[in-house]
């Protein structure tokens, strides 16, 4: 009986949104906001002027004091109550603080302001899922999917949580999906993507397929200098099992 391994793949920290206004800093989504700049695609930007000024303290102090970094963004919210991109990073600051009462509030409230942002949707996802609510972050990731059908990380996500629950043929359905997005704009997550073929196929006693996709999953990685990554995902006991060197 092959061995039980979990695919240790955080999605919320290995996404890389494509839009080049966005960027991942210590785990931490963080927007430069101005005052009529595209902020994030389709994102609301006539946003008071002083709330930006708190909301780029928060960002320039996430990474020393995020307590600090918490409160110039509830001054900016206070300031900017239709603030999305404040909610969003204060949800993530809250996540990453588990204070994750307050990080739902801050996600649900961004997408009560604007339900076709996806990022909130993507966060709620990996927060449920996170704590092992699948049904509720399998709902989120579906979301994404309908919100943003082109993007792969909703694909991803529901693959994930079938690859979970030993639905490999779904999963694989999935994730296949995911890749083909990854691959139409490559990132950090086609690494993550190939792993999880890789795995399906593998706990689907598809051995040959595994070790093609657990390969490649290693260039991809080495292409982001990523591959302490791969070496986290694949415990040595499985790439030997599939002489992956």
């Not at 979301?143 to 991803?156: A, D, K, L, T």
Request: one cysteine or more; charged letters at 20%.
């Amino acid at each position: 009986m092959k061995k039980i391994l979990l695919l240790f793949t955080i999605i919320s920290l290995s996404i890389n949104i494509s839009y080049s206004q966005v960027s991942w800093e210590n785990n931490i989504l963080t927007f430069p906001a101005t005052k009529k700049t595209d902020i994030v695609y389709n994102y609301p930007t006539d946003i008071d002027n002083q709330a930006i000024i708190y909301y780029n303290k928060a960002l320039n102090t996430t990474a020393s004091n995020k307590e600090s970094a918490i409160n110039y963004y509830l001054q900016a919210i206070n300031i900017e109550p239709q603030f999305i991109q404040a909610y969003d990073n204060l949800g993530q600051l809250f996540r990453v603080s588990e204070q994750y009462n307050q990080a739902i509030e801050c996600y649900e409230k961004s997408i009560s302001i604007y339900p076709l942002g996806h990022i909130a949707q993507i966060n709620l996802a990996t927060l449920y899922n996170n704590q092992n609510n699948s049904s509720k972050a399998l709902q989120h990731y579906q979301n994404v999917i309908e919100i943003q059908p082109e993007s792969p990380e909703g694909y991803y996500g529901v693959a994930q949580i079938l690859f979970d629950s030993k639905s490999y043929d779904s999963a694989l359905e999935y994730a296949k999906k995911a890749l083909i997005s990854y691959e139409r704009q490559p990132n950090t997550g086609i690494g993550d993507c190939y792993s999880l073929i890789g795995l399906i196929y593998y706990y689907s006693d598809n051995n040959s397929q595994a070790k093609k996709h657990i390969r490649i999953a290693k260039v991809k990685y080495q292409e982001y200098n990523l591959e302490e990554l791969f070496y986290k995902t694949f415990p040595n006991w499985l790439l030997s099992e599939l002489s992956i060197e």
